[in-house]
């Protein structure tokens, strides 16, 4: 009890005397001069704030503010990319439409399903693999069918590597008149550390070389898996696959925030050492 008296009390003088002796240099030093100690604090605090250090805060504020709406972008890239894939599917599985005349008009209708008749010349047959879709294979068989007084390419579907060539599947070498429905799909870019097309020997879809190579217009139909037939290439091949990558793209942008967000505020807040 003494020592809290005695405690109240010292604090009490304290603070008089502080007030006592600013009340005497106003009254004992001259004006002009009691403001320019004045201006010399004041100048002081403000050359505190505007330190190297001060500047540097609101620097490096911009790492975690840039990186969370890098995050929030790929939130939105996310829900473009899969209503895209969505938008995609939907378009394979609308019903089929004639095989428009004018050519042009098939760079709008990649992915929709056409239907067309005619006649396959499997003496043109392709073969575009390796190749592991939606089933298991080596190779997929283009074949060329003559329409409307055209000749496309029609991937007939997969086939293994021991029935790549046509006499070990002979009953699947259809004749005569046909009506197949397939996917449009247009001309690809060859992938990095793909091997170039060969002649005979094709990874991906070049149409203008494939239908050169070929001698047929630069269309390119996938069939649709009710057109298979025993014994013949495997149709239905048709996978809608694009890259979405974008949820491991945003977690690596929020975690990057919330982590230097962290280390700012402890730095430069909390006036704490990060280690």
Not at 7 to 26: A, D, F, G, N, P
Not at 94 to 122: I, K, N, T
Request: net charge positive; charged share 20%.
């Amino acid at each position: 009890m003494l020592r809290s008296k005695i405690t109240v009390l010292c604090r009490m003088r304290i603070k008089t005397s502080v007030c006592l002796h600013q009340r005497y240099l106003e009254q004992c030093l001259p004006q002009s001069l009691l403001q320019n100690v004045r201006h010399v604090a004041a100048t002081r605090t403000v050359s505190h704030q505007n330190t190297p250090f001060s500047s540097m805060k609101w620097i490096l504020l911009l790492i975690p503010t840039t990186t969370f709406g890098l995050g929030t972008w790929q939130v939105q890239r996310r829900k473009w990319k899969r209503q895209l894939i969505a938008d995609l599917k939907t378009r394979t599985n609308a019903a089929p439409r004639d095989l428009p005349l004018d050519l042009e008009e098939l760079s709008q209708l990649e992915y929709c399903p056409v239907r067309v008749q005619g006649q396959f010349e499997h003496s043109r047959e392709l073969y575009i693999g390796p190749r592991t879709l939606i089933a298991d294979g080596d190779a997929a068989s283009q074949s060329s069918l003559t329409t409307h007084n055209m000749t496309i390419l029609v991937n007939r579907g997969w086939v293994p590597a021991n029935h790549k060539n046509p006499n070990t599947r002979k009953a699947g070498q259809v004749e005569g008149e046909v009506e197949i429905v397939g996917v449009v799909r247009l001309t690809e870019k060859r992938a990095p550390f793909m091997p170039k097309n060969q002649p005979h020997a094709w990874f991906y879809r070049d149409l203008p070389k494939m239908a050169e190579a070929a001698g047929t217009e630069p269309v390119f139909l996938e069939a649709k898996a009710e057109t298979t037939v025993p014994g013949g290439p495997i149709g239905g091949q048709t996978r809608v696959s694009l890259r979405d990558e974008h949820l491991s793209y945003l977690l690596t942008w929020y975690g990057l925030s919330a982590t230097t967000a962290y280390m700012w505020y402890r730095l430069f807040i909390a006036r704490k050492p990060l280690l």
